[in-house]
């Protein structure tokens, strides 16, 4: 029997081959789609364009404002008067006509330095926006990771299924070839084919989550669900990643903690903006006007004025209300609070990083421990086939040695998939998941 089920492996290998025989899909590739195609990505770069946009002199406030305005109306009346020496004067359709053009510039000199604090803080906002737009990208991809890479366990899962039901198929043969001699019961024969169903249940089973997570990466990839690719056939696990260093780059690099050192920044500049109205403005305006008036019944048929004017305009609040001194006030305690909130995004982060990497170093330990155990198992599974070819194993006892081996392939597959998540993640918070 062992020289048919190694035979047959090949068999199983080779149908393998068939189901993910279609376009190979590295992680790399579905990176690069991702980032130009994912949704949340797609969104948070235009938010990324509107804070670019926004980051400006004009919206700032240094910059003049021009506003021009014109009208002309015609207007037809019917005028008659009456005089006391008896004479009249009548006007029929008698037309008027009105012309205005105006151009008015006004240009806010100085406000209480506000216009410098808010072109400072458009700035901010504009880098937060590229902050934000790097913590969107980290999460898809993560997501994206996480999918291709569960998608890998479950094609080697697969595979144990495929050999699962080969070796099935081959005890199968042997119990009906006992049976054909009279060295075996016809109840062999039944709990083989049981077991053989039991093997195909599986592989059913497994196909069906193959062919979910194909629709989730490719939805994450924003291509058609439809769409069918093959991936890689192993996960590969960095091994000695250093603490110190992994912690170093986190305090520096982590999207989180940068987004509040800028809230941070932005609440001192509020603290600014919150002071000035304690300040004068001072604006210039100027302006050219035009206006030209015709009329029929008047006796002045035709009046024009043109000219353009200027002035400087001086405005200074004294009194109101202490609602200035209360909003610096409550500017600084909101600068207390996002410091408090920056304090304790960095000690939180300092916790998850210590657990993310106790968690990669036992996860690692697991991979090694589970790896032996496929080795063990593998070879039980070898002698295992020996001796029910001898008639030294009874069927039963053959069913849990497959089992075993199994379910150690399957262990070992999770194993592997979760220290690569225990990885992923500590890069990640490092903010060095992007640069690797």
Do not use: C
Request: aromatic letters at 10%.
């Amino acid at each position: 029997m062992k020289t048919k089920v190694f035979s047959a492996v090949g068999f199983f290998f080779l149908s393998a081959a068939m189901l993910f025989s279609q376009q190979k899909l590295s992680l790399n590739d579905a990176i690069k789609i991702a980032l130009e195609n994912n949704y949340d990505i797609n969104l948070a770069k235009r938010d990324v364009e509107i804070s670019g946009n926004n980051y400006s002199l004009g919206n700032a406030g240094f910059l003049p404002r021009v506003d021009a305005s014109g009208s002309q109306t015609r207007t037809v009346t019917k005028t008659k008067q009456d005089y006391s020496d008896g004479t009249s004067v009548d006007k029929s359709e008698a037309a008027s006509t009105s012309t205005y053009a105006n151009i008015a510039l006004s240009w806010t000199l100085f406000n209480g330095f506000k216009m410098f604090t808010s072109y400072s803080k458009l700035r901010e906002y504009k880098e937060l926006g590229e902050i934000q737009l790097r913590n969107q990208i980290e999460n898809s991809l993560s997501e994206v990771i996480q999918t291709y890479y569960d998608l890998v366990r479950q094609k080697y899962l697969f595979r144990v299924a495929k050999e699962s039901i080969t070796i099935s198929e081959e005890r199968v043969k042997l119990a009906e070839e006992k049976l054909s001699v009279g060295s075996a019961s016809r109840l062999d024969v039944l709990r083989a084919k049981v077991d053989l169903n039991s093997d195909k249940s599986n592989l059913l089973a497994q196909e069906v989550t193959i062919n979910s997570l194909k629709v989730t990466l490719n939805n994450l990839l924003s291509r058609d669900s439809a769409g069918d690719f093959d991936v890689d056939d192993s996960i590969e696990i960095k091994e000695g990643l250093s603490f110190d260093q992994l912690k170093e780059a986190a305090l520096k690099n982590n999207a989180t903690v940068l987004q509040y050192e800028k809230n941070k920044i932005l609440s001192s500049y509020d603290v600014s903006l919150s002071r000035k109205d304690y300040f004068p403005i001072i604006s210039l305006t100027s302006g050219y006007t035009y206006q030209k008036s015709q009329s029929d019944a008047n006796l002045v048929k035709s009046n024009r004025s043109y000219g353009y004017n200027y002035g400087l305009n001086f405005s200074w609040n004294l009194f109101n209300g202490f609602t200035t001194q209360l909003q610096h006030e409550n500017a600084l305690i909101s600068l207390d609070k996002s410091d408090i909130e920056l304090r304790q995004s960095r000690s939180l982060l300092e916790s998850n990083m210590l657990i993310a990497y106790k968690n990669y170093e036992k996860n690692l330990e697991i991979l090694k421990l589970e790896d032996e155990n496929v080795s063990v198992a593998k070879e039980n599974l070898d002698l295992a086939i020996d001796q029910l070819n001898l008639g030294s194993l009874s069927p039963l006892e053959f069913r849990d040695v497959q089992k075993n081996y199994t379910t150690a392939q399957s262990r070992l597959a999770s194993a592997r998939f979760i220290a690569k998540m225990s990885e992923k993640d500590l890069l990640k918070l490092s903010g060095m998941m992007l640069n690797q």
